[in-house]
């Protein structure tokens, strides 16, 4: 079949008859005529199949074609300013491929949970393939970005021996005669060993937390990008968090723009997302919550040495127009690995990067380099030193100052697409009550 054009391509075959292959989205019929609109996951086009102009059956079958069946159309490409790739298919033949008897998906409300269980059909909606293809655009900019900027991709396992971020949300598996092993809750430790063998570097796949948040922004599998470099302090951390993030959203305005609309997205917020970003400390933003908490007292105060809730993030990321880092929270509420602040060693050399009106995107900072510091925090946290030794021969053959981040691929696509829920950010999303499919 390799001579299907695709409804991307058909402009260019204008006047031409063609044939392409895709699923009938949506059928109007009318005695004589009728109208099949026609997805290939490129682009949608309306075909127009008219009467006198085909065989009998090929109306016939047309006029009563189901929603979702997969089809061959034969028929000639015609300019048309009307419709939105601005061409129509008159249509001279019509084959099934696939019939769609009873789809159950339909354009009529449906329930969430509805929808869930039939993820594997609900992925065909405009919306949801809308959000898919703005997901693989900014998995795309992302390696762009950092393969122009000379980190190397470095792959990091899934089944590790040791916790890194806290062993509250562990998912645990035996490991035939070793012991437990657990799922990677990010690359980051491994990360930091390729950083010592190749200055910059980045992992990217799936990272997992057996988290009990039920929350429009957790999941228990979601995909994490960790870069990773040798001799970055915090504040080079930064930068390159705000030119990262700028790079992507602006490859999302400039190529997903018909994904955006669709998704009813404000793409003049989006545009204004362009590095630098401002930078408030974890007390000013404590100060902030504050002054900026509403009367009704619905969003509490937050003490010191607590961390920030989600009703708090959302408040502070409201208060300015593009994503806005916290820098340096107190030491014990964060992970082991995080450098203090040499001028104030209660707090850490840390940021979250909060997006406007939505939270937590992206979570770096330094890393302790130095290795008795590094031990005696790992039992600080009471974890088994013996686990990491591996971890702190990196500090004890030729360390140096280093610092990275990770960014949760759903969350940003979350909220750059502007859709409800973290669910419609992945393909298949893992939550507290969600397997199948
Ligand atoms: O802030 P986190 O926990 O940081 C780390 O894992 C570091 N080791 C990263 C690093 O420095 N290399 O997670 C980083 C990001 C968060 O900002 C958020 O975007 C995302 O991962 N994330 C989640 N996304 C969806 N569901 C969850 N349960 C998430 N937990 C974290
Ligand atoms: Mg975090």
Known sequence: MHDLVSI????????????????LTHLRSKGKICF???RDGSAVVQCVV???????TVFETAAHLPIETSVIVTGEVKADDRSPG???????DLQVVGASPDYPISKKEHGVAFLQEHRHLWLRSSRQHAAMRIRSEVEAA?????????????DTPILTPCAAEGTSNLFATEYFDLGEAYLAQTGQLYVEAGMMALGKVYCFGPTFRAEKSKTRRHLTEFWMVEP??????HAGNLELQEQMLSFVVQRCVER??????LLGRDIEALERVQAPFPRITYDEALELVREKAPDDGSIEPVEWGEDLGAPHEVLISEQFDRPVFIEKYPAKIKA??????PERPEVVLCSDLLAPGFGEIVGGSERIHDEALLRQRIEEHGLPVENYRWYLDLRKYGSVPHSGFGLGIERVVLWISGLPHIREAIPFPRMLYRIYP
């Open 336 to 341: 082991f690995y995080m450098q203090p602040d």
């Open 142 to 154: 992302i390696m762009e970005f950092l393969h122009a900027e000379g980190f190397v991709r470095f």
């Open 86 to 92: 601005g061409v129509e298919l008159g249509v001279s």
């Open 256 to 261: 997903r723009r018909g994904d955006l609309e």
């Open 228 to 233: 990773e470099a040798a001799f970055m302090d």
């Open 36 to 38: 099949a609109v026609i």
């Open 50 to 56: 008219v009467k006198s102009a085909v065989d009998e």
């Open 8 to 23: 991307a391509h058909l402009r260019e075959h204008i006047g031409e008859t063609v044939r392409i292959g895709g699923w």
